[in-house]
Nanobody
Framework: QVQVVESGGGLVQAGGSLKLSCAVSGRSASIAVIGWHRQRPGKQRELVATISTSGHTNYADSAKGRFTISRDNAQNTVYLQMINLKPDDTAVYYC?????????WGQGTQVTVSS
């Protein structure tokens, strides 16, 4: 089993920044892609950014220029650096680890951006 745990959320003022962490443990060697998704109030869950084991990244339009996804050297933690946060970024942010045989989600971390 693969466990996914997000951290780093919190309350931040508009224009501020946060760095979210996604720690992956368990049988994670086969992970192909780790992604960050978010669910804003009253909205469907949406993709924010993904990163593959090869380092390829993909961003939603809403994240481009403001959010950066990255990995640590051990490939067991993925980060989402968020800058210039806006109230519309308020959401529960979820980390997702994907392989050919599993799709594991964390429980989410709340990001609240105040005006």
């Amino acid at each position: 089993q693969v466990q996914v745990v997000e951290s780093g959320g919190g309350l931040v003022q508009a224009g501020g920044s946060l760095k979210l962490s996604c720690a992956v443990s368990g049988r994670s060697a086969s992970i192909a892609v780790i992604g960050w998704h978010r669910q804003r109030p009253g909205k469907q869950r949406e993709l924010v950014a993904t990163i593959s084991t090869s380092g390829h990244t993909n961003y939603a339009d809403s994240a481009k220029g403001r959010f950066t996804i990255s990995r640590d050297n051990a490939q067991n933690t993925v980060y989402l650096q968020m800058i210039n946060l806006k109230p519309d970024d308020t959401a529960v942010y979820y980390c997702n680890a994907v392989s050919i045989v599993f799709n594991s989600w964390g429980q989410g971390t709340q990001v609240t951006v105040s005006s």
